[in-house]
């Protein structure tokens, strides 16, 4: 209580003395020092809230993640069911050699000819090419082309020739056909 007593007996000395600009100029600066403290303050803040934010994104973002991360594993395992279940390459060949006559001959194509090409690794895999050259009419060779994508034992055709051989609609058809075996410690490239 004294110390308000006290204050309020010096408010009547400083409004009688010449104080008055020098108190007037201590409360601007005054002011001034906490109006700059309050702003570093709030840009504190603002930065914080900024790091917040972002961090409740990159959460979000990463719990998005996860569930893509499952589909995406789910996607792959199905991708490796059409791999050839073969511990060599030249095993591999021979079943998709084997894949490609059925296909044919259920389709009623010539089968020509046929070379297996060098095996090549890729990331993890070894890709097994084999070149089929066929002949039959172009209904047939489309029908054995889906055939080819519906087969286990062969993931696609990397490469295809085709050449009219006459007016009836025969044509030669030069296909490379992949199968993909998974590479380990003993699987060879070429065997």
Request: net charge positive; hydrophobic share 40%; proline share 3%.
């Amino acid at each position: 209580m004294k110390a308000m007593t006290g204050i309020r007996d010096l408010m009547p000395r400083i409004s009688s003395m010449r104080i008055r600009p020098l108190v007037a100029v201590l409360a601007v600066i005054a002011s001034f020092y906490l109006y700059k403290y309050h702003k570093y303050i709030e840009g504190r803040i603002g930065e914080r809230m900024r790091e917040y934010s972002d961090a409740a994104v990159l959460l979000e973002k990463s719990a998005g993640l996860q569930g893509r991360e499952s589909e995406v594993r789910a996607r792959f395992d199905e991708l490796e069911k059409g791999l050839v279940r073969s511990s060599s390459a030249a095993k591999a060949a021979s079943l998709i050699e084997g894949s490609f006559r059925e296909a044919a001959s259920k389709r009623g194509v010539e089968l020509v000819s046929k070379r297996r090409l060098p095996s090549v690794p890729e990331n993890g895999y070894v890709r097994v090419p084999i070149e089929f050259q066929a002949r039959g009419r172009t209904g047939v060779l489309k029908d054995l082309l889906y055939d080819i994508y519906a087969s286990k034992e062969m993931s696609g055709v990397s490469s295809i020739k085709i050449r009219r051989i006459d007016d009836r609609g025969t044509i030669d058809a030069v296909f490379i056909v992949d199968g993909m075996i998974k590479a380990g410690d003993k699987v060879e490239a070429d065997d």
